[in-house]
């Protein structure tokens, strides 16, 4: 475990020949899918698909992960001692080597449909967390293995309505659980309806500012979404710099949703209100959604009014968390 977490950056030696045209290809078949309630099949078609994925889009995940826990622990989220970690549909489990780099566990239980990507999620984690006990597991729901925290990163889409249910059992078998999904509409909603089916055997830790149902749900058109900090490295690396040119990608842009809940609900006093997405910012103001108990409000900071706290949000527009009294 490190207090503060290393960014891992892309190195052209991670990536295996034909890097792009593997990631395009792996595009086409689920990266830039926004579905939901259809199971996909198998994608990874050889390691060199999973090496090619952990080196641009599973980093970009990674470092969603790395606002979420940081958020979570700010929260006052505890990881119980000697914790059993599972991380679900791991991929080349990148969410587990994040949370390695900012909690302790005793060991790391990674499951995927995929035999290919379970192996390759192992040998990721030994290689980053050499002193971590790290084992893959084919069915933890009917292995009957024992976890205390559930680890599910960008999975939710890929699965059917048996797959969501089988999902939700296990969550509810854990002490803590953290998901992260991407920042979209359709994902954040419906990681927002799973926090609503899990709520009372499990608390909101974070990001909601309230224990009560998501007033993201009480209409048709606002998800719950935040922005990630890529490291600045991204953009001055020449690796990063062509893969988001050939494939499209924003650097700038790592819109993710997330969940932390736990049996235990937090020590730390819940913020008023959680701000939403990013501030449209004009000439005269800035304006954000925030989240409270009350349900979702506009808030707006006059650059009359609070010159200061205006040029920050400019600055950032999706940086802040709760806007200061
Ligand atoms: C988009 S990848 C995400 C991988 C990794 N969690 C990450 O964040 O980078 C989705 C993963 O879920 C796995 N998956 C899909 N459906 C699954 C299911 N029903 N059970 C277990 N794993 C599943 C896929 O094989 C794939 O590795």
Known sequence: MQSMAPIRMLCPMHLPTGWLDRLRSLRQRFLED???????????????????YDAIPAARIGWKWDAALAEAADRGLVIPAHATVLDFGCGTGIAARRFLHRFAASEVLCHDRSARARNFAVKRLRGEHPKAKVRAVTNPGADGAEFDVLLVSHVLGELDESGRTALLALARRARVVLWVEPGSRTAARA???????????????????????CPTLAN??????????????????????KAARELGIDLRALPYSFLALATEPTAVAMPLHRLLGRAEVSKFDARRLACSADGLRPCTVTKRAQPELWRRIKKDPGGLRVLPD
Do not use: N, Q, S
């Open 34 to 52: 926004d579905h939901i309630g259809i199971a996909l099949p198998d994608y990874w078609r050889d390691d060199l698909d999973l090496v090619a």
């Open 191 to 213: 990681l927002a309806t799973v926090r609503d089916t899990l709520l009372g055997p499990l608390h909101p830790i974070a990001p909601c500012p309230h224990a009560g149902k």
């Open 220 to 241: 048709d058109h606002d998800w719950c979404h935040f922005f990630a900090e890529p490291p600045p490295e991204v953009f001055t690396t020449g690796d990063w710099v």
